[in-house]
T-cell receptor, first 113, second 109 residues
């Protein structure tokens, strides 16, 4: 079982360009999450989805959008990238929107120049 | 506001025991998770506590005191592979995880 996959592994992006980070899970988990991780800071929640068809804003949603058309996929889009969005992005899923451990993808390292 | 406090870095010797402390303040509480994260990798689940007391899982144990807003992770018989960051993450009333910055544990031979 693959678990959660993310693509790309890493990317260098020019400021002002748009980009979509892909996330796919094969565990049939209802809940999915996008985090960013910056040095010296804890993981910060960008957006989440408790079930297909619904999304919600996390702690740092500005500049990002998500969609959840089906159970497996949860893409994160940066409409117009800025250097402050340079970070490592992790996608995660859990089998319920309540208590349940989160399983993480391998991450995408994004550099915005 | 919501706040997590854990030491930035700790050093321990192979074969020894280390305790990583975490204090937290959250809006509501639905349990506390500990994750391990090796450098350049994704976090992986270690433990979950929702009731007060000690949960033991092999070489790792986790303790929770809800009244004190306090948890610790205890690692026994340390191995070099335990060198990693350990993330404390309580779950708030909205069932969202609030993540600490993590404790980098360095194991020396």
């Amino acid at each position: 079982t693959a678990g959660i996959t993310q693509a790309p592994t890493s990317q260098i992006l020019a400021a002002g360009r748009s980009m979509t980070l892909r996330c796919t899970q094969d565990m049939r988990h209802n809940a999915m999450y996008w985090y960013r991780q910056d040095l010296g800071l804890g993981l910060r929640l960008i957006h989440y989805s408790n079930t297909a068809g619904t999304t919600g804003k996390g702690e740092v949603p500005d500049g990002y959008s998500v969609s959840r058309a089906n159970t497996d996929d949860f893409p994160l889009t940066l409409a117009s990238a800025v250097p402050s969005q340079t970070s490592v992005y992790f996608c995660a899923s859990s089998d319920s929107s309540g208590v349940g451990e989160q399983f993480f993808g391998p991450g995408t390292r994004l550099t915005v120049l | 506001g919501q706040n997590i406090d854990q030491p930035t870095e700790m050093t321990a010797t192979e074969g020894a025991i280390v305790q990583i402390n975490c204090t937290y303040q959250t809006s509501g509480f639905n349990g506390l998770f500990w994750y391990q994260q090796h450098a350049g990798e994704a976090p992986t689940f270690l433990s979950y506590n929702v009731l007060d007391g000690l949960e033991e899982k092999g070489r790792f144990s986790s303790f929770l005191s809800r009244s004190k807003g306090y948890s610790y992770l205890l690692l026994k018989e340390l191995q070099m592979k335990d060198s990693a960051s350990y993330l404390c993450a309580p779950m708030d009333s909205n069932y969202q995880l609030i993540w600490g910055a993590g404790t980098k544990l360095i194991i020396k031979p």
